[in-house]
């Protein structure tokens, strides 16, 4: 009998240290995949932050095309992501990647988690932030039903709403602006950033 009790801690050691390796291999596995998902061969240089059913097809898509003609790279949902991507893998991980983050104040903005999301993962990285405030005011900013999100999560979005205000950014006007200008300024000020950093 004595024979076995030393063998028993053993073998339930050994079954112990192995289930550990497989699941720290598997843990590495959904690591690499995130990083997979979005490229990690190409790094992206900014991350825009845009309600889709607001600025998508307009200000969003301008910015992307003219930041692309610049050798610029910048990730946008609809522009990076494929079918079979996992969102908020996806978002992360070009949030994680990214030097500047533009974010696309619009009107239903606030109204969606993915774009609060979006920005309080911003701000929690402490990523160089440039807001367009397009059609909202900053002071009209901020989270609507909170009754449909966590605690934890209304504190993050919250916090992160209220670093936005207080954030110098561009004002535009959908309906009397220019949006040649709006578009060239803000890629003017993500190229400016990019370079102060690389100086740093």
């Known amino acids: 009998m004595a ?14 240290v192995t289930a550990y390796k497989e699941q720290a291999a598997a843990a590495a596995t959904r690591k690499g995949s995130v990083a997979d ?3 990690v061969a190409r790094s992206y240089d900014v991350f825009i932050s845009h309600r889709g059913t607001d600025t998508k097809m307009t200000l969003a898509g301008l910015l992307y095309d003219r930041l692309v003609h610049h050798n610029v790279h910048p990730f946008l949902d609809n522009r990076t992501m494929e079918p079979g991507d996992k969102l908020y893998e996806c978002i992360d991980a070009g949030i994680l990647q990214c030097k500047v983050g533009v974010v696309i104040f619009s009107p239903r903005y ?5 774009c609060l999301h ?7 990285a402490k990523k160089k932030l440039i807001p367009v405030f397009c059609d909202v005011k900053p002071s009209e900013l901020s989270v609507l039903d909170a009754e449909s999100h966590s605690p934890e999560n209304l504190k993050r979005y919250s916090k992160a709403l209220q670093e936005a205000k207080y954030t110098v950014g561009l004002t535009f006007n959908s309906k009397t602006g220019n949006w040649s200008e709006v578009v060239s300024r803000t890629a003017n000020i993500v190229m400016k950033c990019m370079k102060e950093g690389k100086d740093r």
């Open 110 to 114: 606030c109204d969606s988690s993915f």
């Open 3 to 16: 024979s076995v009790r030393r063998v028993l801690p053993t073998r339930l050691v050994s079954r112990v």
């Open 37 to 39: 998902r979005v490229d």
């Open 118 to 124: 979006e920005l309080a993962m911003m701000v929690e």
